[in-house]
């Protein structure tokens, strides 16, 4: 597939190397190897298989079978990069790096890790796995500091950081084992296009998923004008609100009154269970609740606050969560996908896995698709 579709670069790109999206590189790897898709889930791996987290890329490869491509990037950290030079800041951005791999390892109960390339070549392309492995921090050398990057090698991989684009990168080799598909590019795909679709009427529904239908975004945090915020005593800190004696484990999910006005039909009615898949595939009960519906809660709450504090955030009891902890691991919202099916309890099921927005939430829920 990867070879047929490389075969159409022409209607893209003029170059003797084949073009090839990277999220045709990650959805043709999930569907044929019927792996996870979770290159939408704004965590370390675009893809998981039988507990290994897999990072997809697809670029071109030098004449010496290397590049140096994107890993991460820490726009939200730049703050906590400010001030930072040479050796402390290679460092702390082999932290942030080990920091958002040890969260999606946690979130999906990942024990094994690798990257899967797709390189490509004049004519070919050649796929290759290689180690996807962190940062070792205490062994960072040959640190290379001036005003646009830093270079900087921990004596198994090699890094570079964009300090104005705030951009992680390593350089991938190819290694001994690796596999190559010749590719011969059609010169006039559109003609192709012509003659496969001539007969044939064209139209109906595509498969693209539709918000408010398929899924939705929910924040989990705040806005004062442009600044975003966790809120201390609601939300993910729900366990600290007054009024009553509470769990150190008590949160909810904010669910937006906006999201209902043009939703109305996405979740069941308030206090109506459903079942909710959280991303390494365990199964909570949850409900939509409070007054306006605005809380996504599980049953036992506990059960929520248990995995998103303890799991994902690794707050000891009691410690509020800030918006510095979501930037940290890349998020800041959840979305909830409806799976479109009902268990023998008559129960609508939904699946959850982490978002972020990066933007105005007003101007996002306002959006059409």
């Known amino acids: 597939m990867l070879q047929l579709l490389a075969s159409l670069s022409k209607l893209f790109s003029s170059n003797e190397i084949p073009y090839l999206d990277y999220r045709i590189a990650e ?10 898709n979770d290159a939408r ?17 697809t670029f071109i490869l030098s004449d010496k079978d290397s590049s140096m491509e994107k890993i991460a990037e820490f726009n939200k950290l730049r703050p906590q990069l400010n001030g930072l030079k040479g050796l402390d800041l290679a460092r702390k951005l082999g932290e942030f790096r080990n920091d958002r791999m040890q969260f999606a390892d946690d979130t999906y109960n990942v024990t ?12 070919k392309l050649r796929i290759f796995n290689t180690p996807y492995e962190k940062v070792d921090v205490s062994q960072i050398h040959e640190v290379k ?10 004596g198994i991989n090699e890094y570079s950081f964009n300090k104005s684009k705030s951009v992680l990168q390593k350089r991938f080799f190819v290694p001994d084992v690796f596999k190559d598909i010749d590719v011969n590019i059609i010169e006039d795909p559109y003609e192709l296009l012509e003659n496969l679709f001539a007969k044939r009427i064209i139209g109906g529904k595509g498969v693209r998923e539709k918000r408010g239908v398929d899924y939705v975004i929910l924040p989990l945090y705040s806005q004062a004008r442009k600044n975003c915020f966790v809120p201390e005593k609601s939300g993910l800190n729900q366990f600290n609100a007054g009024g009553r004696k509470r769990s150190d484990l008590e949160v909810y999910i904010p669910v937006p009154a906006k999201l209902h006005q043009n939703y109305p039909e996405f979740f069941p009615g308030r206090d109506t269970p459903f079942v909710l898949y959280l991303p390494d595939g365990e ?3 949850a409900k939509i609740c409070q007054q306006g519906g605005k809380a996504l809660m599980s049953n036992p709450n506990s059960a929520l606050g248990k995995w998103l504090l303890r799991k994902v955030l690794k707050k000891t009891p009691w410690e509020l ?4 902890d979501l930037d940290r691991l890349g998020f800041d919202s959840i979305c909830v996908e409806d799976l479109h099916r009902i268990n023998e309890n008559g129960e609508r099921e939904y699946r959850m896995s982490f978002s972020a927005i990066h933007e105005d939430y007003a101007t996002f829920i306002n959006e059409q698709d």
């Not at 969560?321 to 510095?324: A, D, K, N, P, S």
């Open 41 to 57: 889930s704004c965590t370390a791996y675009d893809a998981r298989l039988s507990g290994i987290g897999i990072g997809i890329k």
């Open 283 to 285: 199964k909570l009960s």
């Open 27 to 36: 959805n043709v790897f999930c569907k044929y190897y019927v792996a996870m």
């Open 112 to 123: 094994e890790t690798q990257y899967h390339i797709v390189g490509r070549k004049a004519g």
């Open 321 to 324: 969560v800030t918006m510095e």
């Open 145 to 154: 500091d001036d005003d646009r990057s830093i270079s900087f090698t921990d």
